[in-house]
Every structure is written in structure tokens, then in C-alpha cells.
């Protein structure tokens, strides 16, 4: 288990690098995003070049998907702050407004603590992005999705006060064969829509707030769907970042 931590901290030094430079990514996607789409919107395009310019709208789609599900979100303070993960979670929502709405899925909210935790607030809505993406995507029209915040114990260690978010939905659930390759980059069962990224990611942040991710899933024909727990401990300040790329000696660096 402490071997598997290590790995894991490495890998997230590899997403602060990476995230280091997310914003000088994004603006230029944006841009060629928007050029695409206006050199789509001229009819007098032969239909060969109209083939090509789709095969490079696809491909953008992919990069921005790849983008949203590591980088987003990351980048910022130096300092980990105190907040409500309640909050968070309610912001991070708000930008799945359309998609929830498109699906016609109805959302429960039970907000039961109202303890603060310190985290990079970037790397946790990252966290619950990648989450909640993974719920709504997961049910089927008119489904449901159900976000939990409670305050508990660590699963493996009672002695670790903290909260728990769980992001439930009423999807497929997930097989034996998929679980056991949840959190391995790149592993999606979502062919060109996915990346197999978000819950590596997501496995990668919460290990180094000494936090756990427990998932509970059933498929039919029982009674179907997907439960993502994740801890964090109330008094564990995550691992600072010593400088803007994650580079270089911090006390646990090496
Ligand atoms: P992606 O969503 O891009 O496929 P993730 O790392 O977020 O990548 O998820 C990996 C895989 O885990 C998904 O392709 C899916 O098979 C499975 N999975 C994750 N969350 C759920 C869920 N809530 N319900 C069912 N399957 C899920
Ligand atoms: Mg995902």
C-alpha cells in the first residue's frame, strides 16, 4: 500500500506539470475550436475538404475532453484554503445544468455536514467533475442522480475524523471485468467518447490528501447502479506545491 501511495504522488507531480501549463493550452483550443466551426459554416466547401475539416473537429472534440478531465480545474493557489465541500460540489453541478437537464435527470441532494476541509479547491472540483461527469453519463433518460456529504470516519483507520461525498446514479452499474480495471489510465468502455482518464485523476488527487475512493456498484437484473465514495480527512493539509510546475525539492520530493 505505501508502494502504491508513492506511485501515486508520483503521478500527480506528472498532473501538476502538466496542469502548470493547461492555460496556455486552452486558449489556443478554444481558438481553433471557433475557426473550425466558421470555416464549417461556408457552403461553397468541396466535399473532400468538408470530410477533412470533420475528421479535425473530432479530433478537437477529443483533445478538449482530454483537457477537461485533467487540467481544468487544477491550476491555482499555492496555498490550500478551508471550505465546505457541500459548496464545491453545488458549483461543480451548475456547469452540468444543460447536460442534466437534456437527460431529464432528477438530482437528490443531502448535504449533512457542514465541516470544512483544506484542499486546493481546483484539484477537488476536478475531483467531483470527473465524478459527477462519470454519474450523469452513466444513466439512462429520465434517471437519477444522488450527492451525499456526511461527516464519518476513514474506512481504514477509524482514528481519521473527515467527510464523504458519494455521487450515486441509477446506471448500469459496473461489471466485474471493468471494475477491475477502474483508475488504470487510458482503460475506457466508452470507445471515442471517452479518454479513461477522469477516475485516474481523480484516484491521483485523493491519495495524496490521504484521503480513499471506495465504489459500490450492482448490475442487473438486482436492483442496478453505481455508488463513488470519496474520503478526505478534516486535519490534513494536502502536499504543498513548492513551486508553479510541481518541480523541484519539497519534503517529500524524490
Ligand atoms: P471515461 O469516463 O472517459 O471512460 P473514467 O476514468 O472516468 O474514463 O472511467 C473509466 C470507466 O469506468 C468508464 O469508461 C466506465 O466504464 C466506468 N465507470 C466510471 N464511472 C461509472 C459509473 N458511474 N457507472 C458505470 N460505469 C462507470
Ligand atoms: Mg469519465
Known sequence: AA???????????????????AHEINNPLEAVTNLLYLMGLDDRLPEGTRHYLELAQREMDRVVRISKQTLNFYRETNAPVRVRISELLSEVLVL??????????RVFEEYESSETVMVYPGEIRQVLSNLVTNAIEACAPNGRL?????????????GVRGI?????????????EVRARLGEPFFTTKGQHGTGLG??????????????????????????????SIFLPTNMRPRAVENENGLGGGPDAG
Open 96 to 105: 452540468y445544468t444543460r447536460r442534466i437537464a437534456e437527460k431529464n435527470l
Open 199 to 228: 477516475l485516474w485523476v481523480t484516484q491521483s488527487i485523493v491519495s495524496r490528501y490521504g484521503g480513499e475512493m471506495q465504489v459500490r456498484s450492482t448490475t442487473a437484473p438486482q436492483h442496478h447502479g453505481t455508488v463513488f
Open 3 to 21: 508502494d502504491m501511495l508513492r506511485e501515486n504522488q508520483k503521478l500527480s507531480t506528472i498532473g501538476r506539470l502538466a496542469a502548470s501549463i
Open 164 to 176: 464523504r461525498v458519494s455521487i450515486g446514479d441509477n446506471g448500469g452499474g459496473i461489471s466485474a
Open 146 to 158: 444522488r450527492l451525499r456529504v456526511t461527516s464519518t470516519r476513514k474506512w481504514s483507520d477509524s
